[in-house]
Protein backbone atom coordinates (compact mmCIF):
# COMPACT_ATOMS: atom_id res chain seq x y z
CA UNK A 1 0.00 0.00 0.00
CA UNK A 2 3.08 1.91 -0.13
CA UNK A 3 2.74 3.02 -3.51
CA UNK A 4 -1.34 4.00 -3.15
CA UNK A 5 0.00 6.64 -0.19
CA UNK A 6 2.30 8.37 -2.34
CA UNK A 7 -0.10 10.06 -4.35
CA UNK A 8 -1.23 12.22 -1.22
CA UNK A 9 0.18 14.82 0.18
CA UNK A 10 0.24 15.48 4.19
CA UNK A 11 -2.96 17.49 4.20
CA UNK A 12 -4.56 14.20 2.63
CA UNK A 13 -3.52 12.28 6.03
CA UNK A 14 -6.92 10.96 7.15
CA UNK A 15 -7.41 10.31 3.46
CA UNK A 16 -4.25 8.01 3.38
CA UNK A 17 -5.10 5.90 6.14
CA UNK A 18 -8.55 5.02 4.59
CA UNK A 19 -7.72 4.29 1.40
CA UNK A 20 -4.69 2.36 2.88
CA UNK A 21 -7.36 0.56 4.80
CA UNK A 22 -5.10 0.32 7.40
CA UNK A 23 -6.30 -2.51 10.07
CA UNK A 24 -6.30 -1.74 13.38
CA UNK A 25 -9.08 -1.08 14.49
CA UNK A 26 -10.70 -1.02 18.02
CA UNK A 27 -14.20 -2.07 17.36
CA UNK A 28 -14.90 -5.77 18.39
CA UNK A 29 -14.68 -8.59 16.18
CA UNK A 30 -17.79 -8.41 13.65
CA UNK A 31 -20.42 -11.54 13.52
CA UNK A 32 -19.45 -13.87 10.64
CA UNK A 33 -23.23 -14.05 8.44
CA UNK A 34 -24.38 -17.48 7.25
CA UNK A 35 -23.58 -15.99 3.33
CA UNK A 36 -20.17 -16.89 2.16
CA UNK A 37 -17.32 -15.03 1.03
CA UNK A 38 -17.12 -13.34 -2.14
CA UNK A 39 -14.87 -11.41 -4.56
CA UNK A 40 -15.54 -8.05 -5.33
CA UNK A 41 -13.18 -6.45 -7.86
CA UNK A 42 -13.40 -2.54 -8.53
CA UNK A 43 -11.44 -1.09 -12.02
CA UNK A 44 -11.37 2.45 -12.11
CA UNK A 45 -11.16 4.43 -15.45
CA UNK A 46 -8.50 7.18 -15.29
CA UNK A 47 -8.91 7.80 -18.78
CA UNK A 48 -9.34 11.49 -19.65
CA UNK A 49 -12.92 10.95 -21.31
CA UNK A 50 -14.20 9.38 -18.30
CA UNK A 51 -16.10 12.21 -15.83
CA UNK A 52 -14.62 10.55 -13.03
CA UNK A 53 -11.54 12.49 -13.51
CA UNK A 54 -13.03 15.59 -13.43
CA UNK A 55 -16.29 15.94 -12.11
CA UNK A 56 -16.56 15.90 -8.43
CA UNK A 57 -19.76 15.71 -8.04
CA UNK A 58 -20.26 12.76 -10.39
CA UNK A 59 -17.07 11.23 -8.53
CA UNK A 60 -18.98 11.64 -5.53
CA UNK A 61 -22.33 9.90 -6.76
CA UNK A 62 -20.19 6.65 -7.76
CA UNK A 63 -18.30 6.70 -4.35
CA UNK A 64 -21.68 6.38 -2.59
CA UNK A 65 -23.17 3.66 -5.00
CA UNK A 66 -19.69 1.29 -4.91
CA UNK A 67 -19.80 2.05 -0.80
CA UNK A 68 -23.02 0.11 -1.25
CA UNK A 69 -21.62 -2.83 -2.70
CA UNK A 70 -18.52 -2.93 -0.17
CA UNK A 71 -20.98 -2.89 2.76
CA UNK A 72 -23.02 -5.68 1.84
CA UNK A 73 -20.15 -7.99 1.93
CA UNK A 74 -19.61 -10.66 4.86
CA UNK A 75 -16.44 -11.72 6.35
CA UNK A 76 -13.54 -13.28 4.39
CA UNK A 77 -14.55 -11.72 1.44
CA UNK A 78 -11.96 -10.22 -0.76
CA UNK A 79 -11.95 -6.57 -2.30
CA UNK A 80 -9.70 -5.92 -4.91
CA UNK A 81 -9.13 -2.03 -6.54
CA UNK A 82 -7.40 -1.52 -9.73
CA UNK A 83 -7.30 1.63 -11.95
CA UNK A 84 -6.69 1.54 -15.83
CA UNK A 85 -6.08 3.72 -18.69
CA UNK A 86 -3.26 3.01 -20.47
CA UNK A 87 -2.15 -0.60 -21.21
CA UNK A 88 0.66 0.04 -18.65
CA UNK A 89 1.21 -0.91 -14.85
CA UNK A 90 3.64 1.68 -14.56
CA UNK A 91 1.19 3.82 -15.18
CA UNK A 92 -1.59 2.16 -12.92
CA UNK A 93 0.17 1.77 -10.10
CA UNK A 94 -3.05 2.34 -7.69
CA UNK A 95 -3.70 -1.13 -6.26
CA UNK A 96 -5.62 -2.27 -3.09
CA UNK A 97 -6.11 -5.62 -1.82
CA UNK A 98 -8.02 -6.15 1.44
CA UNK A 99 -10.02 -9.57 2.98
CA UNK A 100 -12.92 -8.37 4.69
CA UNK A 101 -12.38 -9.53 8.31
CA UNK A 102 -12.93 -8.12 12.51
CA UNK A 103 -10.23 -5.85 11.79
CA UNK A 104 -11.12 -4.69 8.78
CA UNK A 105 -14.94 -4.47 8.58
CA UNK A 106 -17.03 -3.71 5.58
CA UNK A 107 -17.77 -0.62 6.91
CA UNK A 108 -14.32 0.82 7.54
CA UNK A 109 -13.33 -0.61 3.96
CA UNK A 110 -16.01 0.90 2.25
CA UNK A 111 -15.31 4.17 3.86
CA UNK A 112 -12.19 4.10 2.69
CA UNK A 113 -12.74 3.22 -0.77
CA UNK A 114 -15.30 6.38 -1.36
CA UNK A 115 -13.02 8.65 0.59
CA UNK A 116 -10.37 7.40 -2.30
CA UNK A 117 -13.37 7.20 -5.34
CA UNK A 118 -14.46 10.67 -4.42
CA UNK A 119 -11.70 12.37 -4.23
CA UNK A 120 -9.96 10.95 -7.56
CA UNK A 121 -10.61 14.38 -9.56
CA UNK A 122 -9.23 16.37 -6.79
CA UNK A 123 -5.94 14.12 -7.03
CA UNK A 124 -5.88 14.17 -10.88
CA UNK A 125 -5.70 18.51 -10.86
CA UNK A 126 -3.19 17.37 -7.78
CA UNK A 127 -1.14 15.91 -10.15
CA UNK A 128 -0.91 13.01 -7.61
CA UNK A 129 -2.68 10.99 -9.94
CA UNK A 130 -2.36 11.30 -13.86
CA UNK A 131 -5.60 11.19 -16.32
CA UNK A 132 -4.18 9.05 -19.29
CA UNK A 133 -4.74 9.13 -22.87
CA UNK A 134 -6.43 5.70 -24.30
CA UNK A 135 -8.91 3.14 -22.07
CA UNK A 136 -8.17 0.02 -22.14
CA UNK A 137 -11.38 -1.58 -21.11
CA UNK A 138 -10.79 -5.33 -22.69
CA UNK A 139 -7.03 -5.53 -21.85
CA UNK A 140 -7.65 -4.80 -18.52
CA UNK A 141 -10.17 -7.32 -18.08
CA UNK A 142 -8.33 -9.72 -20.19
CA UNK A 143 -5.31 -9.28 -17.71
CA UNK A 144 -7.90 -9.49 -14.22
CA UNK A 145 -9.39 -12.88 -15.65
CA UNK A 146 -6.37 -14.46 -14.61
CA UNK A 147 -6.85 -14.13 -11.27
CA UNK A 148 -10.28 -13.59 -10.49
CA UNK A 149 -11.59 -17.37 -9.82
CA UNK A 150 -15.15 -17.23 -10.73
CA UNK A 151 -16.25 -20.73 -8.40
CA UNK A 152 -16.08 -18.01 -5.71
CA UNK A 153 -19.23 -15.60 -6.29
CA UNK A 154 -17.52 -12.83 -8.01
CA UNK A 155 -18.64 -9.16 -9.09
CA UNK A 156 -16.77 -7.31 -11.37
CA UNK A 157 -17.73 -2.74 -11.01
CA UNK A 158 -15.92 -0.67 -13.31
CA UNK A 159 -16.51 2.76 -12.93
CA UNK A 160 -15.78 3.45 -16.67
CA UNK A 161 -18.06 5.55 -19.44
CA UNK A 162 -17.46 2.53 -21.70
CA UNK A 163 -15.61 3.98 -24.24
CA UNK A 164 -13.16 1.08 -25.04
CA UNK A 165 -9.94 2.66 -27.05
CA UNK A 166 -7.66 0.56 -27.29
CA UNK A 167 -5.40 -1.77 -29.95
CA UNK A 168 -8.23 -4.41 -29.58
CA UNK A 169 -10.77 -2.17 -30.10
CA UNK A 170 -12.83 1.12 -30.21
CA UNK A 171 -16.32 2.19 -29.17
CA UNK A 172 -16.59 6.22 -30.29
CA UNK A 173 -19.55 8.66 -30.31
CA UNK A 174 -19.98 7.50 -33.93
CA UNK A 175 -19.15 3.88 -34.48
CA UNK A 176 -16.60 0.97 -33.74
CA UNK A 177 -17.10 -2.07 -31.83
CA UNK A 178 -15.78 -4.45 -29.67
CA UNK A 179 -13.13 -7.70 -29.91
CA UNK A 180 -14.44 -10.70 -29.70
CA UNK A 181 -14.10 -12.05 -26.32
CA UNK A 182 -12.27 -14.67 -24.88
CA UNK A 183 -15.17 -17.49 -24.42
CA UNK A 184 -15.91 -18.19 -20.85
CA UNK A 185 -13.18 -15.87 -19.54
CA UNK A 186 -15.38 -15.49 -16.84
CA UNK A 187 -17.48 -18.28 -17.25
CA UNK A 188 -19.35 -18.43 -14.28
CA UNK A 189 -19.02 -14.94 -12.90
CA UNK A 190 -21.93 -13.41 -11.14
CA UNK A 191 -22.00 -10.13 -12.98
CA UNK A 192 -20.35 -7.43 -14.67
CA UNK A 193 -21.25 -3.81 -13.69
CA UNK A 194 -20.56 -0.57 -15.44
CA UNK A 195 -21.22 2.78 -13.73
CA UNK A 196 -21.45 5.79 -15.78
CA UNK A 197 -21.32 4.48 -18.89
CA UNK A 198 -21.82 6.68 -21.59
CA UNK A 199 -21.14 9.32 -19.16
CA UNK A 200 -19.92 12.80 -20.92
CA UNK A 201 -21.44 11.86 -24.36
CA UNK A 202 -24.70 13.26 -23.48
CA UNK A 203 -26.13 11.32 -26.07
CA UNK A 204 -28.64 8.29 -25.26
CA UNK A 205 -27.99 6.71 -28.87
CA UNK A 206 -24.42 6.72 -27.46
CA UNK A 207 -25.12 5.20 -24.51
CA UNK A 208 -27.49 2.81 -25.89
CA UNK A 209 -25.17 1.53 -28.59
CA UNK A 210 -22.07 1.18 -25.24
CA UNK A 211 -24.62 -0.76 -23.57
CA UNK A 212 -25.61 -3.26 -26.48
CA UNK A 213 -21.93 -3.62 -27.22
CA UNK A 214 -20.77 -4.60 -23.76
CA UNK A 215 -24.20 -6.42 -22.71
CA UNK A 216 -22.89 -9.10 -26.29
CA UNK A 217 -19.45 -9.52 -24.74
CA UNK A 218 -20.33 -9.85 -20.98
CA UNK A 219 -22.27 -12.76 -22.42
CA UNK A 220 -19.53 -14.18 -24.71
CA UNK A 221 -17.14 -13.94 -21.79
CA UNK A 222 -19.04 -15.94 -19.54
CA UNK A 223 -20.69 -13.00 -16.81
CA UNK A 224 -23.80 -14.58 -15.87
CA UNK A 225 -25.00 -11.00 -16.19
CA UNK A 226 -24.17 -7.48 -17.23
CA UNK A 227 -25.41 -4.18 -15.74
CA UNK A 228 -24.32 -0.84 -17.61
CA UNK A 229 -25.80 2.41 -15.75
CA UNK A 230 -25.34 6.02 -17.06
CA UNK A 231 -27.20 7.00 -13.56
CA UNK A 232 -29.22 5.76 -10.99
Same mark, same amino acid.
Given at each position: ????AAFFSDTFASLIVAASLLTGSAAS? /???? =?????? !? $????????? *? =?? $?????? /????? /?????? &?????????????????????? %???????VISARARPDDVAEGIQALVANLPR !???????? /????? *???????????????????? &?????????????????????????????????? +???????? #???? +?????????????? #??????????? %??????
Open positions: MAGLA /AAET =PTGPRH !L $VIGLDLSKS *N =PL $VTSDTF /AAQVA /ARLAED &IRDLPVRSKVTVRSFGVYDTGS %NALRIDQ !LVAEGKLQ /AQMKT *NIVPFLETMSGSVDCSTPTK &IVLLTDGAEDSELGKLTRTGGRLPAPRAGAFGGC +DELLMLGI #GRGF +DSPATTSRFRTAWT #GWAEGAGFRQF %NGLYDW
